[in-house]
């Protein structure tokens, strides 16, 4: 399995010649060259996670593949989707797809709570949107972890890879840092991925990490 990093939150996964696409959010200019999209996750409602053009370009596309989101994204998206919430476990061609947490990071305490969905695909690849939701009982081979956000603390953002303690990790949701401020973020999640004897990728838009899944 090949998970591709693109810019910001938008991430690619191929195998046995299928796609899996997470996130293509209002950050990243364009989809790039896509190709068997078997289903799309959108992890919550914010427009750095999915936009309507995006959606729409991937339907046409791919008219067949469902989109995974939650309720409040299926509301507002401009094509039909699948409402998924934490537990539910999804067959997606060759994804097998199991989805946890259920809110979004606190932002501020003014700021209303939003539903997130956190994904995991084939047991090993585990990506949490804009959560710290740990998916316990989970031997995370590869992790995407969120490294900038206006709700994120890089502390914080260390526990939760503390937590997981996956074989591997690479950081994502960087589309708010500057680029000489990325590198400290990347330092401070290789520290907490080496703890658990995992290895950090510093992967940039384009990317990608193979995994035995």
């Keep these: 399995m090949r998970v591709t990093k693109h810019e910001h939150a938008y991430l690619t996964i191929e195998k046995d010649g299928e796609t899996l696409v997470v996130d293509p959010g209002g950050f990243a ?4 060259s896509l190709e068997n999209v078997t289903a799309i996750v959108v992890t919550h409602e914010h427009g750095d996670h999915w936009s309507p053009a995006h959606l729409a370009r991937i339907r046409e596309l791919f008219p067949e593949a469902p ?3 939650t309720a409040a994204t299926a509301a507002t ?4 989707a699948t409402v998924v919430a934490p ?5 997606a061609g060759a994804f097998s797809l ?16 939003i539903d997130n969905v956190g994904v995991l695909v084939d047991g090993a690849f585990y990506y949490p949107g804009d959560s710290y939701a740990v998916p316990e009982g989970v031997d ?12 994120l603390k890089i502390g ?3 526990d939760f890879v503390l937590a997981v303690a996956p074989r591997a990790a690479f950081g994502t949701h960087d589309g708010t840092l500057s680029a000489a401020a990325i590198p400290m973020h990347r330092d401070r999640l290789a520290w907490a991925a080496a703890q658990g004897g995992g290895v950090f990728h510093p992967l940039d838009p ?6 035995s899944a």
């Design 98 to 113: 199991r989805f946890f947490g259920g809110t979004h990071a606190e932002i501020h305490r003014s700021i209303p709570l």
């Design 29 to 32: 200019p364009d989809l790039g």
């Design 87 to 91: 537990g539910d476990a999804v067959e």
């Design 67 to 69: 989109i995974l989101t």
């Design 140 to 151: 995370v081979e590869l992790l995407a972890a969120p490294i900038g956000a206006p709700w």
């Design 206 to 211: 384009g990317d990608a990490v193979e995994i």
């Design 77 to 80: 998206a401009p094509v039909d």
């Design 156 to 158: 914080e953002a260390m």
